[in-house]
């Protein structure tokens, strides 16, 4: 089996590509960031009229980012507690590593995938924090 899945209550993709892809019994989700379903609204996220960041709370875009990858999850028929790989990209590791890893670990205490957290310079859309997940179906 190989399909491709998109979720009807995460945020819609940015580019052309689906929210998932299964194939066999494996579940490889694309890039998820904290965006909101039908909106331009990025939780944590305060804009100027320019579209420029004026703060962020990656608390709040955690626990966003977390709730996409679980609406996903429910459209192809996996769970959390059958995720097996993570990677993490966090644009400002230096003052956001700490927060991200206690909601991560309140998130995970159960189920202990690998993860890989990395820093980059930019995300797509203005969010601090991006998860790549691999899960089993």
Not at 117 to 136: F, M, Q, R, S
Request: one cysteine or more.
């Amino acid at each position: 089996m190989n399909s491709k899945i998109n979720s009807s209550k995460a945020p819609e993709p940015v580019g052309l590509y689906p929210h998932a892809r299964r194939v066999g019994d494996l579940l490889f989700l694309s890039g998820v960031g904290p965006r909101e379903r039908g909106t331009k609204i990025i939780p944590g996220v305060t804009q100027d009229d320019e579209g420029k960041v004026i703060s962020y709370d990656i608390e709040a875009q955690c626990h966003s980012v977390f709730r996409n990858i679980k609406y996903i999850f429910e459209d192809a028929g996996s769970s959390w507690d059958k995720i097996i790989d993570v990677t993490v990209f966090l644009t400002n590791m230096k003052d956001d590593f700490a927060t991200y890893n206690r909601i991560y670990a309140e998130y995970f205490k159960d189920n202990q995938p690998c993860r890989t957290t990395v820093e980059i310079n930019c995300l797509p859309t203005p969010i601090g924090i991006e998860l790549k997940v691999i899960a089993t179906v």
